[in-house]
């Protein structure tokens, strides 16, 4: 697995010892072929992980989940941000910042549309109580957990037991020491991986980290926004199954942000936990379609 990317090189953990680093540079044959923390790769050449040892990286594996961005959602160009992610961990605090919701709710959408299952995690409930959020998400039965700096981390680390998780927030919301509660060595880790590429500190870039036990947890840099250029609102829909089927009744074009854009959307025929999952959905899309 890819753990780092720093300028031309990539570390990668080998299945066979995840303790080791093998510093890999890609293979001619690959082109301009993206690789990115998280990718399954083939190496060869040294993979011994001496100091200057080099490999090279010859595959890339199919990935099983992307999360995409976009600088704006006019931007044609999509950067992957993490592959092979089990998880999405969306970090936020209930106070000092105060949680943005047009954020959460973009980074939802592109976990839904990248196949990763979003994971709320509220920071600072010290400071603020959670309900407003639990209630604005409550429809879209999305696993939430509470944190402060005395409480739940516990059901953090279970939550990533054993999995290959990303986690985003934006600057502020105390996802560095979240994670460095959980990785106890992660600063020492990250500067090991740094010193491996000689390039920049990691914090500019993902980064996955060994969980101690067992699992992988992948800090991405803190962000200020979240472009969707690359999602459409049936990406989204379709992460729903009785929302997936009901889009089917749907005109072509059809947007779901019902009326009076989409009068005949189907998603207003729903009823009961249904219905006020779409709704919970048009909001996410709504969001998709603000490019503020």
Not at 110 to 134: H, I, N, Q, S
Not at 137 to 164: F, K, N
Request: aromatic letters at 4%; one cysteine or more.
């Amino acid at each position: 697995m890819v753990v780092a990317v720093d300028r031309g090189r990539w570390t990668c953990a080998p299945d066979h010892d995840p303790t080791l680093r093998v510093t890999a540079m890609r293979a001619r044959e690959l082109g301009r072929t993206p690789v990115v923390v998280g990718d399954r790769v083939g190496l060869v050449g040294d993979v011994s992980g001496a100091p200057d040892a080099l490999a090279r990286i010859v595959r890339v594996d199919e990935r099983t989940s992307v999360l995409r961005r976009t600088a704006d959602d006019t931007d044609p160009y999509e950067r992957i941000v993490v592959a092979n992610a089990e998880q999405l961990l969306i970090v936020a605090s209930l106070a000092d910042p105060p949680p943005r919701f047009g954020l959460i709710d973009r980074t939802l959408v592109a976990a839904y549309a990248g196949g990763l299952e979003p994971v709320l995690c509220l920071t600072k409930r010290d400071l603020a109580p959670p309900d407003a959020v639990l209630e604005h998400y409550a429809a879209l039965e999305l696993p939430v957990l509470v944190t402060s700096p005395e409480i739940g981390v516990d059901a953090v680390r279970a939550q990533l037991a054993d999995r290959v998780s990303a986690l985003v927030g934006h600057s502020g919301v105390g996802k560095s020491t979240l994670v460095n509660r959980l990785v106890p060595d992660a600063l020492r880790a990250t500067a090991a991986v740094s010193a491996v590429g000689k390039g920049r500190h990691t914090s500019s870039s993902a980064v996955a980290l060994p969980l101690p036990d067992g699992g992988w947890v992948i800090d991405t840099p803190g962000i200020r926004s979240f472009g969707l250029a690359h999602v459409t609102p049936d990406d989204v829909v379709r992460a729903f199954g009785d929302l997936a089927e009901a889009i089917v009744d749907c005109p072509r074009g059809c947007t779901h942000l019902g009326p009076p854009a989409d009068p005949e959307c189907a998603l207003d025929n729903l009823q009961g936990a249904a219905y006020r999952r779409a709704m919970s959905v048009r909001r996410l899309l709504a969001a998709l379609a603000d490019s503020g």
